[in-house]
C-alpha cells in the first residue's frame, strides 16, 4: 500500500477555549493544539488503495435506521 500521503501532509492549529471567561487575558498555555487533513486528500488517497478496491461502492444507495426511517 502506498503511503503517497506522507507523514507531513497534516496541518495544525490551535484552539482557545476560555476566550469567553478571559477575553483579555489569554496566554499561550491557554490554547490547545489540534491536528488535522484535507478530507478531499484523504479520500483520493483512500480511493488509489488497491487493499479497498473490492469493498468500494460508487453508486448511490438508500439507508435505513432500525425505525425504517430513511437516513
Known amino acids: 500500500m502506498s503511503y503517497a500521503m506522507g507523514f507531513n ?6 484552539v482557545c477555549y ?4 478571559y477575553p483579555n487575558n489569554i496566554r499561550d498555555v491557554d490554547y490547545t ?3 488535522y487533513r484535507n478530507p478531499v486528500e484523504c479520500i483520493e ?3 488509489q488503495q ?6 468500494m461502492s460508487y453508486a ?3 439507508e435505513f ?3 425504517e426511517e430513511r437516513i
Open 33 to 35: 493544539r489540534f491536528s
Open 9 to 14: 501532509s497534516g496541518k495544525s492549529g490551535k
Open 50 to 55: 488497491p487493499a479497498f478496491r473490492k469493498h
Open 45 to 47: 488517497f483512500l480511493i
Open 65 to 67: 435506521n432500525d425505525a
Open 60 to 62: 448511490t444507495a438508500k
Open 18 to 21: 476560555n476566550r469567553l471567561a
